[in-house]
Each structure stands twice: as C-alpha cells, then as structure tokens.
C-alpha cells in the first residue's frame, strides 16, 4: 500500500480514539516506566507514541513513509517533544539499525509485512536483554477488512496462537496474548466487525 497518499488524511478522530485506547493497553501490558527506551516500527503519523513519549526515556520512530514521518516531525515541532528521534527505515528490506532497545512495539503493521518469522526475528535481535517486543494487530478475519484496497497483499489478520509459536522460535519466554479490542468498519457496501489482539515476549 501507498501509505504516502495516505498520510495527510490519516488522523481520523476514529483513529485517534483507537490509538488513545491501544496505548493505555499497551502501557498496561508490558508496565512502562521512565528507565526505558522504545522503538515504535511501522509508526505512521505516531498516534500511539504520542500517547507514550513522556512515559518512556525515549522513543525511536521507524517508519518506511515519509509522507508519515514529515506528519511526525511537525508534530514533534508543533508540541516541543524533546525524547523522540525519527528514523526512516525499512525494516522489511534489511536496514541497518545499530542501537537496540528495552521496549519495540507497533500496531496494526504487522499484517501488511509478507515474511512475518523473519520480522520477528529481527525484532528480537534489535531488543536489550529482558526486553519485550509486543504486537497490536487483527485478529483473523475473512478479508473483508482490505477488501477495498486493491493494493493490499498482506495478511487477513492473525491467529494468535500460531503467532504465540513463532514468537517462542524466534527466541522469546513468557509469551502471552489476548484479545482486547472490538469495533466495526464501514467498507463500503456494508459494516463488517473486526477485533484486536496484543501479544508480548519478553527476550
């Protein structure tokens, strides 16, 4: 998907209202404090790290976007945020990332990366000992949800206990997940239910 085109129409207040929701969740899950760093993958506009930033040390955003990050940066300008750094990077294509990190999260990306074990894994190696990489995203769905997106080539969402087995071959203990999400989406010709899961490991 051409997420630069989509990047100036992006902060619905839907999306706002998901992203306030996700945050709390996540911050939640994995406890998250003022000691620790965080990378947020896939970032987008930073809708959930903006929910995060000053409870964390700092934050890294990594997307691949830049019509997403220019929409960070004068976010990032406008609120005289201090603790987040910006990097554009893909991941997907082996990018170089030389620092690692206590925390990486991200939500709703994961579906749209074709090789989900191999993300995983680099994920892995991008966490500080004892860290915790965790996952928003959509819980398995019939397609509907992209059926209007003609260029989406991803996943129709996940099962979250084959995710939970490619988290622990990828290295990660204490593996848990649960859904926690539930809304709907209008596609169009109808209004179709979705739900959202997070998952966490700890390195």
Do not use: P
């Amino acid at each position: 998907m051409e997420f630069d085109e989509y990047a100036k129409g992006w902060d619905t207040e839907k999306r706002i209202s998901r992203a306030k929701i996700i945050a709390k969740e996540l911050e939640n899950f994995i406890h998250i404090n003022k000691r620790l760093s965080a990378m947020e993958f896939g970032c987008g506009t930073g809708l959930i790290s903006f929910n995060l930033h000053d409870k964390l040390k700092e934050i890294t955003l990594i997307d691949s976007s830049e019509g997403m990050l220019h929409i960070v940066k004068s976010k990032v300008e406008t609120y005289k945020i201090n603790n987040v750094v910006i990097k554009k990077i893909d991941i997907e294509a082996n990018s170089v990332i030389d620092e690692k990190y206590d925390i990486i999260y991200s939500s709703m990306v994961l579906h749209h990366i074709d090789d989900t074990k191999s993300i995983i894994s680099k994920l892995y190696e991008l966490l500080n000992n004892e860290g915790c990489l965790c996952i928003i995203d959509l819980n398995k769905e019939d397609g509907r949800f992209h059926k209007n997106e003609t260029d989406f080539h991803g996943h129709n969402g996940f099962n979250q206990a084959e995710l939970i087995k490619i988290f622990e071959n990828a290295g990660f203990k204490e593996v848990k997940a649960y859904t926690f999400y539930f809304d709907s989406k209008d596609i169009g010709d109808e209004v179709i239910e979705y739900s959202l899961f997070i998952i966490k490991g700890i390195k």
